[in-house]
């Protein structure tokens, strides 16, 4: 699957705002095209962001995180099958992230490995 390191393009620990998640955005686009995806027809798409030495984000940011990934990933907010794994997550999944997830008509849940699992 598909990973982008965070801390490894953006500088700051902390992510609050929308302009950080959309900087991210040529590189996760590089990476997924860059990628040989020989899933069947039908089989779920999925990307991994990795939070690992970040320490914290806003639900602004997973906002446009997840708008930028469904643009990169050309998928758009109907896609189905779609999923996003959140590792390390530097925070513990709340209600205004939930909130955030059903607005991109996703789900999000919390795996028993700590990381978050975003699905369409």
Known sequence: MPTVRVRDVLSDKILISRESARALEGVIRALYEGSDDTRPRGESSGFVVDFDGIEGIAPSFLDELL???ESSLD????????????AHPPTRLSLKFEAVARGHR??????PDGSWLLSA
């Open 67 to 69: 708008t930028v990934l």
């Open 75 to 86: 998928v758009g907010s109907k896609g189905a099958g779609r999923s996003i794994i959140v």
């Open 106 to 111: 996703m789900t999000i849940r919390a795996q």
